[in-house]
């Protein structure tokens, strides 16, 4: 870990993405092939493409609330977005263009999360009502409603083999679901307040971070996760405080040696993940990070908040 590089007074490194106007940034997402990215605000959507040097190529503003989540396709041709307004928009993504191209409506309140299915087939949706809902990609059908959570949905994620669908609440628990066997649930752990994020690393570890201020590790144990015909061992393998006033942004290396996160505390901190030591805090952002995306391929991060920012970071990760 080279961590000179991620030295706080090397601004050389560090470079606001210039554009953003967006209010507060809730979300960023890398495409899959790392070409483009997308940020949810307070005032909508932004989409950068190529060198993220200058302001933004698209604005979309199809949505009547603050944009709450992004995801692309795993072809990396649709971008779904979701938001305070009730509704999830398809976004259709071409040369020069970026175009609506279709509204699912169902959830009674704000659309919190999202997710995609690994195969592309279908999209997850979580609602502030404590409801996931399932809908089919290519007719945008609903496909399941699963109601078990008692309080809003604030993560979902697809495990890489699609079987496994997580997600976390503010009613302090992350969740399980088994697509294949009727999307029966079990509770992986809890937090002491709500979860805030969630993140699988290849190794098989799901990381989540809360507002009670901690980061913790669950040991999914890889063979178990993508089998048929095996449960998940439920054991709490680690837990350290990581951010004062709360944890809110969550991601693992690609590897999965490193975790980063983002707090309350306006602080940017990178984690050893088997050991839980902190290998270095930054702070360049004025308000709390709020999210961070690091690139497919590594070696890029980028961080937003509520300082109405998004920060380009070069690391080695």
Not at 142 to 164: C, I, M, N, Y
């Amino acid at each position: 870990m080279q961590t000179a590089l991620l030295a706080p007074g090397n601004a050389s490194r560090i470079r606001p993405l210039r554009g953003v106007t967006f209010g507060w940034i809730s979300q960023l997402r890398w495409s899959p092939s790392g070409d483009m990215l997308a940020i949810a605000g307070g005032e909508g959507l932004a989409v950068y493409r190529g060198g993220f040097g200058g302001t933004a190529d698209f604005h979309l503003r199809g949505h009547s609330a603050p944009v709450k989540d992004i995801a692309f396709h795993p072809d990396g041709q649709l971008i779904a977005s979701c938001s305070a307004d009730t509704r999830i928009k398809l976004w259709k993504i071409a040369a020069q263009s970026i175009a609506e191209s279709a509204t699912l409506a169902g959830h009674p309140g704000s659309v919190e999360a999202l997710a995609w299915h690994p195969d592309g087939s279908s999209l997850a949706s979580g609602g502030a009502d404590g409801s996931i809902r399932l809908w089919d990609a290519a007719t945008g059908a609903w496909q399941a409603l699963l109601a078990a959570h008692a309080d809003e949905v604030t993560a979902l994620a697809f495990d890489p083999s699609g079987r496994w669908l997580f997600s976390g609440s503010r009613d302090n628990s992350i969740r399980r679901w088994d697509i294949r066997a009727n999307y029966t649930c079990d509770i992986v752990g809890r937090h002491d307040d709500w979860v805030r994020e969630i993140a699988l690393s290849p190794a098989g570890f799901l990381a989540s971070a809360s507002k009670d201020m901690s980061i913790r590790l669950w040991d999914m144990d890889p063979p178990l996760l993508n089998a048929v015909d095996s449960g998940i061992r439920r054991q709490r393998t680690r837990r350290w405080k990581a951010h004062a006033g709360g944890v809110d942004a969550l991601a693992f290396s690609p590897d999965g040696s490193l975790l980063v996160s983002g707090g309350r505390d306006n602080c940017l901190r990178i984690w050893e993940t088997e050991t839980g030591r902190e290998l270095a805090a930054l702070a360049q952002h004025r308000r709390p990070l709020l999210t961070l995306a690091l690139h497919p391929a590594g070696g890029l991060l980028a961080t937003g908040g509520g300082d109405n920012r998004v920060l380009l970071w070069a690391v080695p990760l």
